[in-house]
């Protein structure tokens, strides 16, 4: 069992920069791939970025290249989003999830989810 908590989440203004962190427990986290989604009122959770089980591997949803970046501490079984040139349309709940011995794009592929922290940007 793993468990995931999200935290960074806050109001900005657009244009602004916020980085959020997800702390595992639990098994060892260096084992699974992971990935943060997000999902606005009355959308469908959304992909925004994963990375594989060292951090050597990453990949983006088309709408943040450029802007998010994701990483990793295995050492403090942490997971990080950088966001930066945040725009209103990023306002969402954004989830942390993990998938043993991998990453997908594709949230049923992942074994364990956090609770969620909420990313509002003000234009």
């Known amino acids: 069992q793993v468990q995931l908590v999200e935290s960074g989440g806050g109001l900005v203004q657009a244009g602004g920069s916020l980085r959020l962190s997800c702390t595992a427990s639990g098994r060892t986290f260096s084992a699974y791939g992971a990935g943060w989604f997000r999902q606005s009122p009355g959308k469908e959770r959304e992909f925004v970025a994963a990375v594989n089980q060292n951090g050597g591997t990453t990949y983006y949803g088309s709408s943040m290249k450029g802007r998010f970046t994701i990483s990793r501490d295995n050492a403090k079984n942490t997971v990080y989003l950088q966001m930066n040139s945040l725009k209103p349309e990023d306002t969402a709940v954004y989830y942390c999830?993990?998938?043993?011995?991998?990453?997908?794009?594709?949230?049923?592929?992942?074994?364990?989810w956090g609770q969620g922290t909420q990313v509002t940007v003000s234009s």
């Open positions: 999830a993990a998938q043993m011995g991998g990453w997908s794009l594709i949230l049923g592929q992942y074994d364990y």
